[in-house]
């Protein structure tokens, strides 16, 4: 069965480029502030991640929330193996899928059919799966002859169609996905949100960044409330969502200030 674990673990950033004075004060702008720090080398530093503990087992279905730099990028990317903790210790059984950019990887003067078995192996699925499935996604893409010719005679709709047939022809354990997949050809739109969600559904553990209140109501169990690198709360969906909206209304409210007097105008 896939799991994950995550113990107490730390991501760090050290900022190289600008004066401390002025990453200070864009920091301290957003919703990173607190987090800005000097190390040992009295280099300015983000703690993107602060003794950070997680798990997650079969059938969970996770939603990230929070605010621009609360650690949601940083946590798929952790889970991902892109970004290495700087503290702390991470244990995951299964194979990871990350999707984050559908169209990384493609090679534009190789053939349709070549950049979906490659997509296949950057995936970890051998050919003959891959073979097996190849009638399913030709179908799924409606591309028919143009999968023989380079993907740089495509339009941008037909690449976004290979990519993403390739994409979802994997069955993964633990999937990873920063914001929801979106396609902008209507007409290809359905076909696609319904091949997403059989997607997800097959998957053991999914992990999606989101700001969509109807994504995450309608493919997670659980949301995970970040800010600042660590978490908030986490809970039944519908209830972390009320708490997340509360709490940033009170906010706005409070940014706004007192409502005008009556001859203030």
């Given at each position: 069965m896939?799991?994950?674990?995550?113990?107490?673990v730390?991501?760090?950033?050290?900022?190289?480029?600008?004066?401390?004075?002025?990453?200070?004060?864009?920091?301290?702008?957003?919703s990173t502030?607190?987090v800005l720090k000097h190390?040992a080398h009295?280099?300015v530093?983000?703690?993107?991640?602060?003794?950070?503990?997680?798990?997650?087992?079969h059938?969970?279905?996770?939603?990230l929330?929070?605010?621009n730099?609360?650690?949601?990028t940083?946590l798929l990317?952790v889970?991902?193996?892109?970004y290495?903790?700087?503290?702390?210790?991470?244990?995951?059984?299964?194979?990871?899928?990350?999707?984050?950019?559908?169209?990384?990887?493609l090679?534009?003067?190789?053939?349709?059919?070549?950049?979906i078995?490659?997509?296949?192996?950057?995936?970890?699925?051998?050919?003959?799966?891959?073979?097996?499935?190849?009638?399913?996604?030709?179908a799924f893409?409606?591309l028919?002859?143009?999968?023989?010719l380079?993907?740089r005679t495509?339009?941008?709709?037909?690449?976004?169609?290979?990519?993403f047939?390739?994409?979802t022809?994997v069955d993964?354990?633990?999937?990873l996905?920063?914001?929801w997949i979106?396609?902008?050809?209507?007409?290809?739109?359905e076909?696609?949100?319904?091949?997403?969600?059989?997607?997800?559904?097959?998957?053991s553990i999914?992990?999606?960044?989101?700001?969509m209140?109807d994504?995450?109501?309608r493919?997670?169990?659980?949301?995970?409330?970040?800010?600042r690198g660590?978490?908030?709360?986490?809970?039944?969906?519908?209830?972390?969502?009320?708490?997340y909206?509360?709490?940033?209304?009170?906010?706005?409210?409070?940014?706004?200030?007192?409502a005008?007097?009556?001859?203030?105008?």
């Amino acid at each position: 069965m896939a799991s994950i674990h995550l113990n107490d673990v730390s991501v760090d950033f050290v900022l190289y480029q600008g004066s401390a004075r002025s990453l200070k004060k864009t920091l301290l702008r957003t919703s990173t502030s607190g987090v800005l720090k000097h190390d040992a080398h009295h280099r300015v530093t983000v703690k993107a991640l602060s003794n950070f503990s997680l798990t997650l087992e079969h059938g969970d279905r996770v939603g990230l929330i929070g605010g621009n730099g609360a650690g949601k990028t940083t946590l798929l990317r952790v889970l991902a193996g892109v970004y290495e903790p700087t503290a702390g210790r991470i244990r995951i059984e299964g194979r990871v899928t990350p999707l984050f950019d559908l169209g990384l990887g493609l090679d534009m003067d190789a053939s349709g059919y070549d950049n979906i078995r490659m997509r296949a192996a950057y995936f970890g699925i051998d050919g003959d799966e891959i073979e097996r499935k190849m009638e399913d996604i030709v179908a799924f893409t409606e591309l028919g002859d143009y999968l023989d010719l380079p993907v740089r005679t495509y339009s941008a709709g037909m690449t976004l169609r290979l990519a993403f047939a390739a994409a979802t022809a994997v069955d993964p354990e633990i999937l990873l996905m920063d914001e929801w997949i979106a396609v902008s050809d209507t007409k290809f739109l359905e076909k696609a949100q319904r091949r997403a969600e059989s997607f997800v559904n097959r998957s053991s553990i999914m992990v999606v960044a989101s700001h969509m209140d109807d994504v995450l109501r309608r493919l997670c169990n659980k949301v995970l409330w970040l800010e600042r690198g660590a978490v908030v709360c986490m809970g039944p969906v519908d209830e972390v969502l009320e708490a997340y909206h509360t709490r940033n209304a009170g906010e706005a409210r409070q940014d706004d200030g007192p409502a005008p007097r009556h001859g203030d105008e």
